[in-house]
């Protein structure tokens, strides 16, 4: 959603707004361990979940792509992913298969806001391509030099926001 999912450069620079904008949705699934999304270089939000319910955001790349087995930034114009007043959502998973790799954006890497709660966010990285695989950390391939992290930071939480899990079983 804005470029291509891997083996070819950006096709464009994205979406003139945000990628992807559920609002008074449930029960979504977007990406899953088979295959995630590539949600990178909109001018906006990757993802705005807007009053929505039992959401999942699975296996995605937001605010990078692949090309030739390595992850290049391009970041989306705001934040990776943004909840607003939702609830009961999950973003990666139990395992690593459903992990979200959320790098590169312009504000932060998960933001919520405005009465959101429960949401759960396991086994995703954020701001960085570093993998803890058996117990040891493993680098992704990046392109040489490049920064991952999220121009304000990794996870953000505010507006009467609670009951959210960051890590965790």
């Known amino acids: ?26 029960d979504l699934l977007i990406g899953d361990s088979n ?18 319910r039992i959401t999942k955001l699975q296996a995605n790349l937001i605010g990078l792509y692949e090309l030739k087995a390595a992850y290049h930034r391009l970041g989306n114009g705001k934040n990776g992913v943004v909840f607003i007043d939702s609830d009961n959502c999950e973003i990666g998973g139990i395992d690593d298969l459903r992990s979200n790799i959320i790098a590169a954006n312009t504000e932060s890497g998960i933001l919520m806001d405005q009465l959101t709660r429960i949401i759960t966010t396991r086994n995703n990285l ?9 117990g040891r950390m493993v680098d992704e391939p990046t392109d040489a030099g490049a920064s991952f992290g999220n121009g304000l930071g990794g996870i953000k939480i505010l507006g009467g926001s609670n009951s959210n899990l960051i890590g965790g079983p």
């Open 126 to 134: 954020v701001g960085t391509t570093i993998r803890n695989i058996n």
């Open 1 to 26: 959603i804005g470029v291509a999912r891997q083996f070819a450069a950006p096709l464009s620079h994205g979406n003139g707004g945000d990628g992807i904008v559920a609002e008074d949705s449930d």
């Open 35 to 52: 295959a995630g999304n590539v949600i990178a270089g909109n001018t906006g939000d990757g993802v705005k979940l807007i009053h929505t």
